[in-house]
């Protein structure tokens, strides 16, 4: 009947416009966490350091550097860190290739070289573990690179870093380090050395490497829901630990080459 044909056309009509504002709900939801995710700042912190310097040693194998990379990797929407093992070492060139004279002898250029090649072949967590863990090896002070890192690694993770560390990718990779580094305005003056969000600034290096997790939360909490807790805390009085780290100056006389 036409009573029923009418009913329908209503019914059909009100599905239709049903599954229409549903669509574009999910389509302005869908805007609008792009959005929110467009306008999250993104802190990136550049760390440049070596592998045998004792500052930087001291601070990669204590709870301090734990902390602060851990914090840093939890939130990498936000957050990113990179480590730039080279530090206060020297670059030529000959027909062979590059040649690198770091501050600390020969050891310390491997030392690099296995940071460097875990860093770009390893998923980063892993990459920074293996970090932490070589200097671990290193703050006994008996200076064997191939032995820490050995330790640190399975065998087949090992003869990976090995190729690298021997071999022409690690000698090129070393290389555009060295350029990263070499390139800093302002040029370091010591390391560990931090460039936040391409600026290098002492009061806010200082800040980020004696507490991490309030320097990020401080200026990042309203992009960071679990940030509330833990600054009410510090509020409360229950602050972090906070270390003091100290630096490894670039030396102006000539480095021992290897």
Known sequence: TQSTWGHQINKN?????????NKNLLLITVLALCYVASAAPH???????????????????QTS???????????????QLNLWPYGNARESQDEQGYKFKCQ?????????????????????????????????GLSKQDGNMDKYAEECLNAEQ?????QCVYGQEGNQLMHEIAQKTNS???????????????????????????????????????YIPECGQFLMRQIKGQMSKRVKVGRCPAPQLSLIHI
């Open 104 to 136: 600390h002898g020969e050891e310390e250029c491997i030392g690099n070289l296995y940071e460097a090649c875990a860093l770009r072949k390893f998923e980063r967590v892993a990459g920074f573990d293996f970090a932490q863990c070589l200097e671990g």
């Open 65 to 79: 550097y734990s902390s602060f990379y851990k914090v840093l990797l939890k939130y990498p929407d936000v957050v």
């Open 43 to 61: 802190l990136t912190i550049d760390m440049f350091t070596e592998s045998l310097c004792p500052d930087c040693v001291g601070f990669l194998t």
């Open 13 to 21: 009509l009100k599905e239709y416009i049903t599954t229409l504002m």
């Open 158 to 162: 090992f003869e990976q870093l090995r």
């Open 184 to 222: 800093l305005v302002p040029a370091h003056q010591y390391v560990p050395w931090l460039v936040i969000n391409g600026k290098h600034d002492e009061v806010e290096e200082t800040l980020a490497l004696t507490d991490i997790e309030y320097y990020v939360c401080s200026r990042y909490q309203q």
